[in-house]
């Protein structure tokens, strides 16, 4: 299994920009066909933000975000990025890195290993 830790979530303000890490270990990264990017915020289930495929080629957006946030991934150095811009308040969540396997989309369910979540905070 992958072990992950989300790194770089914080406060910031409306139409402000941050960048998300996930660093990943133990079992080969590359392993992990499909990364991607959920939310959780306070009394909703958690969604579907971002995937990212193997070599890149292929990634997958929420409606919500597409044209803000960006995801890419280092298989050279074990991270998964997701950069963030022109956020807003309803972008508030903690974010969550996971990683699954071949064919894995949008579904929380077709990931198998987590990270902890990272707070990010967008101010109005």
């Known amino acids: 299994q992958v072990q992950l830790v989300e790194s770089g979530g914080g406060l910031v303000q409306a139409g402000g920009s941050l960048r998300l890490s996930c660093a990943a270990s133990g079992r080969a990264f590359s392993s992990s066909n499909v990364m991607g990017w959920f939310r959780q915020a306070p009394g909703k289930d958690r969604g579907f933000v971002a995937a990212?495929?193997?070599?890149?080629?292929?990634?997958h957006y929420a409606d919500s975000v597409k044209g803000r946030f960006t995801i890419s991934r280092d298989n050279a150095k074990n991270t998964v990025l997701l950069q963030m811009n022109s956020l807003k308040p309803e972008d508030t969540a903690v974010y969550y890195c996971?990683?699954?396997?071949?064919?894995?989309?949008?579904?929380?369910?077709?990931?198998?290993?987590w990270g902890q979540g990272t707070q990010v905070t967008v101010s109005s």
């Open positions: 990212i495929s193997w070599s890149g080629a292929w990634t």
């Open positions: 996971a990683a699954g396997a071949l064919g894995a989309t949008s579904a929380p369910g077709q990931y198998n290993s």
